[in-house]
C-alpha cells in the first residue's frame, strides 16, 4: 500500500523554525514530485512547495519562498520541509502529497496520494 506519513510539526513562537518529515513507502520514491500543501482553519487547502526527487528541482510559492525549503533523501525514502521564521500566519495542518512522474506544480488534483497531516501552531 502507498503511505506517506508527515510528521513534525508542533507548537513554536513566532520567528522560530521547525522541519517536517514526510516519509514514504509502498511506492518508488524518485518516480514521484512529493510536494508539501497546508490548510488554515476556514481557509482552502494552498501549494506550498514541491520536488523532483529524481534530480531535485524544486518550486516555491510566493507565499514561503525564501523561508522555507524542501529537501529530500533517497535513502530513507523521506522529504522534509524546513520551516524558517516561522509567522503566526503559518499556523494550519501540513500535509504532503505525491504525484507520479509529475510536473512542479501546487494544486491539488495533480497529486495522488496524500498524508494525513501534521498541525503546526505557531505563537505570536
Known amino acids: 500500500d502507498v503511505q506517506l506519513q508527515a510528521s513534525g510539526g508542533g507548537l513554536v513562537q513566532a520567528g522560530g523554525s521547525l522541519r517536517l518529515s514526510c516519509a514514504a513507502s509502498?511506492?518508488?520514491?524518485?518516480?514521484?514530485?512529493i510536494a508539501w500543501f497546508r490548510q488554515a482553519p476556514g481557509k482552502e487547502r494552498e501549494g506550498l512547495s514541491c520536488?523532483?526527487?529524481?534530480?531535485?528541482?524544486?518550486h516555491y510559492a510566493d507565499s514561503v519562498k525564501g523561508r522555507f525549503t524542501i529537501a529530500s533523501d533517497l535513502s530513507k525514502n523521506t522529504a522534509y520541509l524546513q520551516m524558517n521564521s516561522l509567522k503566526p500566519e503559518d499556523t494550519a495542518v501540513y500535509y504532503c502529497?505525491?504525484?507520479?512522474?509529475?510536473?512542479?506544480?501546487?494544486?491539488?488534483?495533480?497529486?495522488?496520494?496524500w498524508g494525513q497531516g501534521t498541525q503546526v501552531t505557531v505563537s505570536s
Open positions: 502529497a505525491a504525484d507520479f512522474v509529475g510536473g512542479l506544480g501546487l494544486t491539488q488534483a495533480e497529486y495522488d496520494y
Open positions: 509502498g511506492f518508488t520514491f524518485d518516480d514521484y514530485v
Open positions: 520536488i523532483t526527487i529524481s534530480d531535485g528541482s524544486t
